[in-house]
């Protein structure tokens, strides 16, 4: 096995995985229809929708082409005979974490946004938000952010990994 190979293996049981947390996350929208909450199933569907689409998608994608993934990442012609370079390695698993709290930084985010709407629709004479879902969005933002300077600057990072193995 070569690192493209390893790589496209990862890829494809990285993809299983956020389908899975995908479908396991639906059951946790519809609680919002019970009375006294006033959001309607179309709503509750479009919600779940925009959380949960974009890490489903990207796990489909993951599933279905992981050779096309791996092959944006790890660059270089295939190797058998050599012995295994880790670097490509690191630079998908990188990657693919960087992937991760994207696609679970979206789902927070529109999870915060559900909280923030049905905080106002509960109490729509105030204006406060609570700090616990302040603080969620504060954390949401900054997965994104970790996740996108994973994704973006990956080959920097394994560099810099390199350079403290020295």
Request: hydrophobic share 50%; aromatic share 6%.
């Given at each position: 096995?070569?690192?493209?190979?390893?790589?496209?293996?990862?890829?494809?049981?990285?993809g299983l995985v956020m389908i899975v947390l995908s479908v396991i996350?639906?059951?946790?929208?519809?609680?919002?229809?019970?009375?006294?909450?006033?959001?309607?199933?179309?709503?509750?569907?479009?919600?779940?929708?925009?959380?949960?689409?974009?890490?489903?998608?990207?796990?489909?994608?993951?599933?279905?082409?992981?050779?096309?993934?791996?092959?944006?990442?790890?660059?270089?012609?295939?190797?058998?005979?050599?012995?295994?370079?880790?670097?490509?390695?690191?630079?998908?698993?990188?990657?693919?974490?960087?992937?991760?709290?994207?696609?679970?930084?979206?789902?927070?985010?529109?999870?915060?946004?559900?909280?923030?709407?049905?905080?106002?629709?509960?109490?729509?004479?105030?204006?406060?938000?609570?700090?616990?879902?302040?603080?969620?969005?504060?954390?949401?933002?900054?997965?994104?952010?970790?996740?996108?300077?994973?994704?973006?600057?990956?080959?920097?990072?394994?560099?810099?990994?390199?350079?403290?193995?020295?």
């Amino acid at each position: 096995m070569d690192t493209r190979s390893i790589g496209a293996l990862i890829i494809k049981t990285t993809g299983l995985v956020m389908i899975v947390l995908s479908v396991i996350q639906i059951p946790g929208y519809f609680p919002l229809t019970s009375r006294g909450y006033g959001f309607s199933v179309g709503e509750i569907l479009g919600a779940a929708a925009i959380g949960l689409g974009p890490l489903a998608l990207i796990g489909l994608l993951f599933w279905f082409f992981p050779g096309t993934v791996t092959n944006r990442i790890v660059s270089g012609p295939p190797t058998s005979d050599s012995p295994i370079d880790l670097r490509p390695l690191e630079l998908v698993a990188l990657t693919v974490l960087g992937v991760y709290l994207i696609a679970e930084g979206l789902i927070g985010a529109a999870r915060g946004a559900v909280l923030v709407m049905f905080v106002s629709r509960q109490n729509p004479g105030s204006e406060l938000i609570p700090a616990s879902i302040i603080a969620s969005l504060g954390a949401t933002a900054a997965e994104l952010l970790i996740g996108a300077i994973l994704c973006v600057g990956s080959r920097g990072i394994s560099n810099a990994i390199e350079r403290l193995r020295r």
